[in-house]
């Protein structure tokens, strides 16, 4: 199944208009339409044959982890991002730059995952580092982040793709969901469930913080490809 060049450079100018909109709800309502067109032309089944309601083909994309210290958002982030784009995000290695943050799914829903993960990890580890010396309250300032990114990512790309959905693409993306569920068996056979906590000692200035940046974070697709995540040690 293939998408028209023309349609995919409407969807990307529609998601770059939040790029330098100062009014955060204008740049949401382009998303919004941009997640629509996305689904109205088959973007999110875009590796699955219609003839047969196979999925093509199964992928794996790798995110190298920053510093254990915001795996208490960043780890969430990515599974609020998985569930938007119908990934599964598993961490490989240890909980430092060393491993990675690896996304199993079709490779159009990888490329969106990933993409979103990294731009979101950077803008709020930058933010944090900008404006809280601490690492408790960095934590803190990542977590508000995340508290309002949980709800943003899911209105703007599950909600409103789930309104306009069919009974047909309704079963399709189901069948991807499966796919996904029986390729993190296949190469991940003793996963067990991952355990997370943290106790939120930061101060709630940051967390407010945080929470109105996240709010106010602009998430239009884009070239990050040259940012140097790797250096991000703070």
Known sequence: MTIDPAILERIQKLMSLGANNDQVHEADAAMRKAAQLAEEHGLALS????????????????VQLVHARHNCWTNSLAVVIGECFDCK????????RNGHMIFIGTPTDIDLAMWYYKLIRLKTIRGASEKFELVKDQKMYGLGVLSIMRTRLKDIFKKEQEKIRTPTTTALVVVKIEEVKEEVARLFPKLGKANSSFKMNGSHEAFHSGKKDGAAMTLHRGNIEGTKTASLTY
């Open 47 to 62: 590796d699955i044959d219609m003839k047969t309601g196979k999925v093509l083909s199964m992928g794996q994309g790798f």
């Open 89 to 96: 995000p598993i961490i490989q290695g240890n909980f430092n």
